[in-house]
């Protein structure tokens, strides 16, 4: 079994930058496909990137291509969320999921979440 603990919210304005971190424990995380969802007050949990085993493919939902980077660090066992360009409507708690099936959009496919990490953009 993995543990997840999901770091680096905060508040910042619009346009500012953010770097989440999703820190593993009790497995390698290699072993694993890692995604990134949100959920924003009163919406559901919803897909923002994704990457596969030891680092591989990555994925992105639509609404933050070109501004969120995903990727891994395997030495330190974690996960990171490069987040630019920062808009209001990326306001939402950020959770980290780890899938040992494949690496996917669907909350379902994963079976090991943290407890979350908030991100408050301002306009």
């Known amino acids: 079994q993995v543990q997840l603990v999901e770091s680096g919210g905060g508040l910042v304005q619009a346009g500012g930058s953010l770097r989440l971190s999703c820190a593993a424990s009790?497995?390698?995380?290699?072993?694993?496909?890692v995604g990134w969802f949100r959920q924003a007050p009163g919406k559901e949990r919803e897909f923002v990137a994704a990457i596969g085993w030891s680092g591989g493919s990555t994925y992105y939902a639509d609404s933050v291509k070109g501004r969120f980077t995903i990727s891994s660090d395997n030495a330190k066992n974690t996960v990171l969320l490069q987040m630019n360009s920062l808009e209001p409507e990326d306001t939402a708690v950020y959770y980290c999921a780890a899938s040992r099936l494949r690496v996917g959009a669907l909350v379902a496919l994963y079976d090991y979440w943290g407890q979350g990490t908030q991100v408050t953009v301002s306009s």
């Open positions: 009790g497995r390698t995380l290699s072993n694993y496909a």
